[in-house]
């Protein structure tokens, strides 16, 4: 199914008065308001390939109707998406889960609908059919030097695949860890780590980057050899210029402050990318903005702060994506309702006033910041987004046009009912 031209114009004109209302009454207080239109318009959030079909949870698989059956359909839901909000513009692939068979007409198609290759991802956290020898007691960290070349191996395959596609960055993430104490040596497994990543990164071409993304705990739960931003950081800051850190929002101990884990490695220029995502407890797969949308904002806050301090540009310099799937609403009105949670916290965040912000800090006006936050949070930035939407010739109701046009109903007529992609 493709959306066409025709289908959003007429939903945007049904739309329009009144959008231009409210669009009005919120602009009207914001002083740099074309910047923050054109930095809405710029800023693009990749679509994880494994998060297209209802997903896995640990207990039990509820395959949806109407899912991709093939990388092909994958970018076809992604340009779907793209034509919806013209901010999904990318695609990071999950290797094997996705192999891009014919990387040239792969990448045709994802051209077609306007998508470039994200970071691509390596998964050496579950054991493929055929492969040699298992990852049960990890992979980097293993105490046998056959299994950790055979991971580092895929590593490599994975960064060929990237190239073909013209994707220009890799991300890591390890399962590797130990359940119960005594298991492991932590030392050794943190070197026999650093030794498999050394290699890895000795194969990037020169305008790649390896994000080495972290996570407290699952499927290991003792320890984790890449457990937190502090470890992830000490790779990245071994391995050299083109490592860095990636913050995956879910991957933290409770109530963590993010925030200024961002602050900090945007310090050190160690801070690499997201996976977005949200939780309550110690989950990492719910919906972007659906627990805690003030934390998100204050991340947007301190991402916006450091990237200007250091004259980044906010759409290009860090990768974007979103890491999240479950299976209790249709994936892709799953992934609209969480890349506008981005754009949201995006926007509130550009409007935080920085230069009062700073007077009050050295003030020590707390009362004040807090108010300059929280203006900035409690506004109500629905219109901006959609404004940047509509320049971008997108829809200005991305979900009410998804469910008016009924594509789902579509995608299964086409599909089938009984369809489960690839992915956890
Ligand atoms: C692990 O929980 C993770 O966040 C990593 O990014 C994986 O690549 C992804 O989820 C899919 O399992
Ligand atoms: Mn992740
Ligand atoms: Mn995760």
């Not at 891009?100 to 045709?108: Q, S, V």
């Not at 492991?184 to 990543?197: E, I, M, P, W």
């Not at 937190?228 to 991957?251: E, F, I, M, R």
């Not at 219109?383 to 829809?395: F, H």
Request: with cysteine; glycine share 8%; charged share 25%.
């Amino acid at each position: 199914m493709q959306l066409e031209k025709y289908q959003v114009d007429e939903h945007n004109q049904s739309l329009l008065a009144e959008h231009k209302r409210r669009f009005e009454f919120t602009a009207h207080g914001v002083a740099n308001i074309e910047d923050v239109l054109q930095k809405l318009t710029a800023f693009q959030i990749a679509i994880p390939s494994w998060a297209l079909g209802t997903g896995g949870t640990r207990f039990g698989r509820f395959a949806g109707a109407g899912e991709p059956r093939s990388l092909e359909e994958k970018i076809e839901d992604i340009g779907l998406l793209h034509a919806l909000n013209k901010s999904s513009g990318a695609i990071s692939l999950h290797i094997p889960w996705d192999i891009p068979k014919n990387a040239d007409a792969i990448k045709i198609l994802a051209a077609q609908h306007g998508i470039r290759f994200d970071a691509v991802n390596s998964n050496t956290f579950q054991d493929q059919k055929d492969q040699k020898h298992s990852y049960k007691f990890g992979s980097l960290q293993h105490v046998n030097k056959a299994v950790r070349d055979q991971a580092i191996e895929h590593n490599l395959e994975v960064i060929h695949y990237g190239k073909a596609l013209g994707s220009d960055s890799i991300t890591v993430w390890l399962s590797d860890g130990s359940c119960f104490p005594g298991q492991l040596n932590f030392r050794k497994a943190f070197q026999h780590t650093l030794d498999g990543l050394q290699q890895v990164y000795a194969a990037l071409p020169d305008n790649w980057k390896m994000f080495v993304e972290y996570k407290a705990f699952e499927p290991n739960f003792y320890s984790m050899t890449v457990g937190d931003w502090g470890q992830s950081l000490l790779y990245a800051s071994k391995l050299g210029p083109k490592a860095y850190t990636l913050v995956d929002l879910g991957h933290h101990l409770p109530n963590a402050n993010i925030e200024q884990i961002v602050s900090l490695l945007l310090m050190e220029k160690k801070l690499g990318g997201f996976h977005f995502n949200d939780s309550k407890y110690g989950d990492d797969d719910l919906t972007v903005g659906s627990i805690r949308p003030y934390q998100l904002f204050l991340i947007f806050n301190e991402l916006i702060e450091g990237m200007d301090a250091r004259g980044m540009n906010h759409a290009t310099d860090l990768g974007w994506m979103i890491d999240a799937s479950h299976n209790v609403k249709d994936p892709l009105e799953d992934l609209l309702q969480s890349v506008e949670a981005i754009k949201l916290a995006y926007a509130q965040a550009l409007l935080v006033n920085r230069r009062e912000l700073e007077q009050a800090q050295q003030e020590n006006d707390v009362t004040r910041a807090q108010e300059i936050l929280q203006a900035a949070y409690r506004t109500d930035v629905r219109p901006l987004v959609a404004e940047a939407r509509l320049r971008a010739g997108a829809a200005l109701q991305p979900l009410t046009l998804f469910r008016k046009l009924k594509v789902r109903t579509e995608l299964v007529k086409e599909r089938g009912a009984k369809t489960v992609a690839t992915g956890l």
